[in-house]
């Protein structure tokens, strides 16, 4: 079923004049990072979209080797400083945009060093569907959840060979990251993660074998949820499901937490989208942080 209004915000990140048939392609997508946001969003999106500044900070796309393959991602980090602690920056659906580049950023300010990677790159160019229903059929449900596994795997080794400290690393992502955020952290080597609004439950398909809600109980790292009320694409139910499967599991599982922000809709902090909620927004940042420094990444 198509989703008019997610099909709008995803139209809203194109070119003008473009119907999304025949989008960018992925360098010239990443290229634009921190430079063409404001023209490739519609006016009122880019009213609400936070700018952080890359002056005094190292940024820009890189690309990494996983099995022979340049995995694109971006990167900020305060410039000249190593041994910084790491943040892995999971995307939405619509790949590495400038919202991402942004939240990269804004971690850079706070003394991390972040990095996105383009976690559909093999599959194809989300800036290439004019449709969600499209986007998720043709794109994202090709790709398996153990190819972004491993993808995130050399996103820290690139890290650790660039400055970064691995022993402190984390991971956040934003709804289809946020799923993926709960997934790494029950097997990559984090310390915490932080997961907006990632789906719980699901289908089993051979792409997608285990959802959060399965591997829950043997979390390796604690996750802070951070969730929305008015979300109609993950209802409450499946909230509980996953605090009961948390608090029967390990010890990381038992830690983990759920903030749920009452009358948010889902994408809350995604500022350059009508969904966007300034209150929980920057209250979900804060805890954040805070989240990230009481689990040793910071």
């Given at each position: 079923m198509r ?20 989008g ?13 946001y ?8 880019a009213?609400?979209?936070i700018r ?17 393959f340049k ?9 000249g ?8 920056v999971?995307h ?40 969600l229903?499209?986007l ?26 660039h400055?970064g ?26 310390k ?16 997608t074998?285990?959802?959060?809600v399965?591997?829950a ?8 949820g ?14 509980d ?28 902090h ?12 920057e ?10 420094r ?5």
């Amino acid at each position: 079923m198509r989703t008019p209004d997610l099909d709008a915000d995803f139209r809203s990140l194109l070119p003008h004049g473009t119907t999304g048939e025949a989008g960018p392609s992925r360098r010239t997508a990443l290229k634009v990072l921190g430079a063409g946001y404001a023209a490739a969003a519609g006016a009122a999106v880019a009213q609400t979209a936070i700018r952080t500044p890359a002056d005094g900070l190292t940024v820009g796309e890189i690309t990494y080797d996983v099995g022979g393959f340049k995995v694109p991602a971006y990167r900020a980090a305060p410039a000249g400083r190593t041994g910084l602690p790491v943040v892995l920056v999971v995307h939405e659906v619509f790949g590495v945009h400038e919202y991402i580049a942004d939240t990269c950023r804004r971690f850079a300010r706070a003394g991390f060093l972040a990095i996105a990677p383009e976690l559909f790159a093999r599959q194809g160019d989300p800036t290439e569907y004019g449709e969600l229903a499209r986007l998720m059929s043709e794109l994202v449900a090709k790709v398996p959840d153990a190819q972004v596994m491993a993808d995130l795997d050399g996103a820290l080794a690139w890290a650790a060979a660039h400055g970064g400290d691995v022993s402190r690393a984390g991971i956040t992502g934003f709804c289809w990251g946020g799923r993926i955020t709960w997934l790494y952290a029950a097997q990559g080597p984090v310390k915490a993660g932080v997961a907006w609004y990632g789906r719980l439950v699901g289908a089993t398909t051979p792409t997608t074998p285990r959802h959060p809600v399965d591997v829950a109980g043997g979390l390796r790292a604690p996750v802070l949820g951070l969730y929305a009320a008015a979300d109609t694409g993950i209802p409450l139910d499946t909230v509980d499901k996953m605090k009961s499967a948390l608090a029967a599991g390990s010890p990381a599982a038992r830690a983990s937490q759920f903030v749920v922000y009452p009358d948010a809709p889902h994408a809350f902090h995604a500022d350059y989208r009508p969904s966007f909620r300034q209150g929980p927004a920057e209250d979900g940042w804060q805890r954040a942080l805070a989240w990230f420094r009481a689990n040793g990444v910071a």
